[in-house]
């Protein structure tokens, strides 16, 4: 099993932060959004770690690659301008036939919730939360029933039942319908296609519709903004999951 890590931004909405920078080194508290990631998988616990770079790529590789972890490899994105399905797609790339966890850099999860997410990995699964007040910029969900698979994904959803976490596991028996719907993504959206829209794609069909992992109750945070990253930094502070995960 494989984790795709997508680190080829620019992080542009971090303005200042991000000028000399990609957004996996941005420090929250001291600590790099790439460790906080990297602390939040079990290494272990995949064959392998891919890291796709692009935006100030040597620096994250560098980084990287100085904590000798053997199963962990960086990979760089020379097109991340375009959207995030090409970070993606330069990942899948890099192997066939095999079950993956996608996940974005700029978010920290605590241990605890990688735990839960274990036990929840069949066929194509997106997480999801239930008890945060989305804004206009999170991704929302709306299920066909409760407790049944995607209907509809999409960030402008004025009816929706849970959020998307910016995380999905791709089952190996999976694999070939997850990257058929990648393609498609590509051709309907061109050079603005994220990896979002393959759930979407996914789930215009009942029959592909992903399923969710419910993740309430845990919390994470999300470092897009300045302002993202001032109220992350305060609450790890006082975020009883990751104080137990440091000590």
Not at 135 to 147: A, I, Q, S
Request: proline share 2%; with cysteine; hydrophobic share 40%.
């Amino acid at each position: 099993m494989r984790a795709i890590v997508l680190a080829a931004g620019t992080g542009s909405r971090l303005g200042e932060i991000t000028k000399a920078r990609t957004k996996g080194m941005v420090p929250v508290n001291g600590k790099r959004l790439i460790d906080y990631l990297l602390d939040f998988f079990e290494t272990e616990f995949f064959d392998e770690i891919i890291i796709v770079g692009g935006y100030h790529y040597t620096d994250l590789k560098d980084h990287v690659d100085n904590k000798k972890i053997k199963n962990i490899r960086v990979i760089e994105n020379r097109e991340y301008l375009k959207g995030n399905i090409f970070t993606l797609k330069r990942a899948l790339n890099e192997f066939n036939n095999d079950s993956f966890l996608i996940t974005n850099v700029d978010h920290i999860y605590p241990r605890k919730m990688f735990v839960k997410i274990k036990k929840s990995f069949k066929e194509v699964t997106a997480m999801c939360d239930f008890d945060r007040n989305l804004t206009h910029d999170d991704m929302k969900v709306k299920l066909r029933k409760p407790g049944s698979t995607i209907e509809l994904i999409r960030k402008d959803l004025n009816e929706f039942d849970c959020g998307y976490i910016g995380m999905t596991y791709v089952d190996k028996s999976a694999d070939g319908i997850y990257r058929d719907a990648v393609e498609r993504a590509v051709e309907k959206f061109g050079e603005k296609a994220v990896a979002e829209n393959v759930l979407q794609i996914l789930a215009n069909d009942a029959a592909t519709a992903p399923g969710i992992c419910d993740l309430s109750g845990i919390g994470w945070y999300e470092v897009d903004t300045e302002e993202d990253l001032k109220k992350a930094e305060a609450g790890l502070l006082k975020d009883i999951n990751f104080n137990v995960a440091a000590k």
